[in-house]
């Protein structure tokens, strides 16, 4: 029985002492002091297991208390025994807990000045005003919707990033929907589907379309274009993100084994149950710059004319200028791309994927922003952008070289309890997140974490308004990348528009500027087709 697991023998074993002790003392045999420490330690395992504000207690009654006492101790022990603050991997223990702190509604400032290693190569920081502005409302907002678009939607410039219902648990995805729902941002449904924890949440919802077309898919695993229609029809539904590729594993498809799908799942993707579900590394739905266009324009039609873009981590570059020919020469475009950086997470990859494919963000950002601002069509289309944006400073300077609005997974995991055991892949997740273990998932009360990843929203917006006020802006979207400078050495310093600058508007299309290679692979990309028709990339 799961309650016999061993995360539970702490609990059970004292629960067995008291009665034994406690019937040791009645019979002379032992003193009573034994039956009262285990008494306690048994009504703490119990009311580890009915409280609702830790998970790791919840699932780990007494034993979880060890983590709390070394965090409390952490301070003297740390230059010790333990990581420093800015050591821990991917996210240090400095960034999960400021995340934690705004998520709690509790004090995060710091004492004593920063840590940070401002004479060494790689500190970047923003410059700031003299005469900084006060801004009284941070919920900042952008209109996502091209010119061909009849149902623009009005989004948060910071919202929940891709993560589907399967790699994290129902409560997981049911606290951050309604968290979304509380506060007044969208949840990306990642390529799973939309589960009825998505629905139930009623927050706004970014629906991603992938390869496998889940929710949307006939029996052969197309594209399904009456099921895409009646689900697009749902107002809760915002936007369609069409994924072609995600940061942590650019170009890797995936099998999800018929033993892990449950009904629920079933449902959400519109799978049948005892069989492998498969996500192709491509899509079938298109084959050619122009068709993917065309298939944009059909998703617009068949959605009532809601928000169409596209999700990608930037590959080769000769690709994304091939779309952007497409766009172009049929006159078609997205209403938003989503780029995705290389250092985004996942809940398992390969090691080589994950460490070795894919464009990290700021590069890949850069260049996409460019592209359409050579060709003219930047004021048309809206950039997000996700990989490891939990800070206000992490998003403004997102902002500053060339998005419009950011994406966070992981950071709101850990609004939702993570603790970075990176274990998402071994269904042991031990706060319930990224679990499937339904015993495991109880452990997050819905409630209570759902106010969290509100509060943790809306706590950053807040630092990043203070940010922008001090920069002398009154939206965050006013950043640019001369707000932004670069330690290179002890001795000298750099600006962001010296490292990545904005290309003039329509230099694509004048074919007089190559700066950093633009132009040369434009004119090795078409419309036509994305193979190469030479050896370059």
């Given at each position: 029985m799961p309650i016999l697991a061993i995360?539970?023998?702490?609990?059970?074993?004292?629960?067995?002492?008291?009665?034994?002790?406690?019937?040791?003392?009645?019979?002379?045999?032992?003193?009573?002091?034994?039956?009262?420490?285990?008494?306690?330690?048994?009504?703490?395992?119990?009311?580890d297991m009915i409280q609702g504000r830790h998970a790791v207690l919840r699932n780990y009654p007494i034993l979880g208390h060890?983590?709390?006492?070394?965090?409390?101790?952490?301070?003297?022990?740390?230059?010790?025994?333990?990581?420093?603050?800015?050591?821990?991997?991917?996210?240090s223990r400095e960034s999960r807990a400021i995340v934690y702190q705004r998520a709690k509604n509790v004090e995060d400032k710091r004492p004593f000045g920063t840590k940070k290693g401002v004479y060494e190569g790689g500190y970047q920081w923003l410059t700031h005003s003299i005469r900084p502005k006060h801004i009284e409302n941070p919920d900042f907002r952008i209109k996502i919707g091209g010119p061909d678009c009849r149902q623009?939607?009005?989004?948060?410039?910071?919202?929940?990033?891709?993560?589907?219902?399967?790699?994290?648990?129902?409560?997981?995805?049911?606290?951050?929907?309604?968290?979304?729902?509380?506060?007044?941002?969208?949840?990306?449904?990642?390529?799973?589907?939309?589960?009825?924890?998505?629905?139930q949440g009623g927050g706004d919802l970014i629906y991603e379309l992938g390869t496998g077309y889940f929710g949307c898919r006939d029996d052969k695993g197309r594209f399904d274009p009456d099921r895409f229609a009646e689900i697009a029809a749902d107002p809760q539904i915002k936007m369609i993100e069409i994924k072609l590729s995600q940061g942590a594993k650019p170009g890797h498809g995936?099998?999800?084994?018929?033993?892990?799908?449950?009904?629920?799942?079933?449902?959400?993707?519109?799978?049948?149950?005892?069989?492998?579900?498969?996500?192709?590394?491509?899509?079938?739905?298109?084959?050619?710059?122009?068709?993917?266009?065309?298939?944009?324009?059909?998703?617009?039609?068949?959605?009532?004319?809601?928000?169409?873009g596209f999700k990608l981590c930037i590959g080769h570059?000769?690709?994304?200028?091939?779309?952007?020919?497409?766009?172009?020469?049929?006159?078609?475009?997205?209403?938003?791309?989503?780029?995705?950086?290389?250092?985004?997470?996942?809940?398992?990859?390969?090691?080589?994927?994950?460490?070795?494919?894919?464009?990290?963000?700021?590069?890949?950002?850069?260049?996409?922003?460019?592209?359409?601002?050579?060709?003219?069509?930047?004021?048309?289309?809206?950039?997000?952008?996700?990989?490891?944006?939990?800070?206000?400073?992490?998003?403004?300077?997102?902002?500053?070289?060339?998005?419009?609005?950011?994406?966070?997974?992981?950071?709101?995991m850990f609004a939702v309890g993570c603790i970075q055991a990176q274990s998402c892949h071994t269904?042991?997740?031990?706060?319930?997140?990224?679990?499937?273990?339904?015993?495991?998932?109880?452990?997050i009360v819905v409630g209570d974490k759902a106010q969290r990843v509100a509060n943790f929203h809306r706590n950053t917006l807040k630092a990043l308004a203070e940010m922008t006020g001090a920069a002398g802006l009154t939206h965050p979207g006013g950043f640019r990348p001369h707000h932004l400078l670069?330690?290179?050495?002890?001795?000298?310093?750099?600006?962001?528009?010296?490292?990545?600058?904005?290309?003039p508007e329509g230099f694509l299309l004048r074919e007089d500027d190559d700066r950093f290679g633009y132009l040369m692979r434009w004119r090795r990309s078409s419309s036509a087709s994305f193979e190469p028709f030479d050896d370059g990339i």
């Open positions: 995360r539970y023998w702490p609990f059970l074993i004292s629960v067995a002492a008291f009665f034994l002790s406690a019937a040791a003392a009645i019979a002379g045999v032992w003193p009573g002091i034994f039956a009262a420490v285990f008494g306690a330690l048994a009504v703490l395992g119990l009311l060890l983590r709390y006492f070394i965090e409390l101790i952490r301070p003297e022990i740390r230059q010790y025994l333990l990581e420093a603050d800015d050591e821990e991997v991917p996210f623009p939607y009005d989004a948060s410039v910071y919202n929940i990033s891709a993560m589907s219902f399967g790699a994290l648990s129902a409560n997981a995805i049911l606290a951050l929907n309604a968290g979304a729902k509380i506060g007044n941002f969208a949840h990306d449904t990642g390529e799973g589907g939309i589960s009825r924890y998505h629905r995936g099998v999800l084994p018929a033993a892990k799908i449950t009904p629920e799942i079933a449902e959400a993707r519109g799978v049948p149950m005892g069989v492998d579900c498969v996500s192709p590394a491509t899509h079938s739905a298109f084959d050619t710059p122009i068709e993917m266009m065309e298939f944009i324009a059909r998703l617009r039609d068949l959605s009532g004319g809601k928000p169409i570059r000769r690709e994304f200028m091939c779309i952007v020919r497409a766009m172009l020469e049929t006159g078609i475009t997205p209403d938003f791309i989503v780029v995705d950086g290389k250092e985004g997470g996942t809940g398992a990859a390969p090691l080589e994927f994950a460490n070795h494919m894919g464009m990290p963000l700021v590069e890949g950002l850069t260049f996409a922003h460019n592209t359409l601002r050579g060709v003219g069509l930047r004021d048309r289309i809206r950039i997000g952008a996700s990989g490891k944006l939990i800070h206000a400073f992490d998003i403004a300077r997102t902002l500053a070289l060339g998005a419009d609005w950011c994406n966070s997974a992981r950071g709101f269904n042991h997740c031990p706060t319930g997140v990224a679990t499937q273990d339904k015993l495991r998932q109880k452990a670069m330690r290179v050495n002890d001795r000298e310093m750099v600006t962001g528009a010296e490292v990545y600058p904005y290309m």
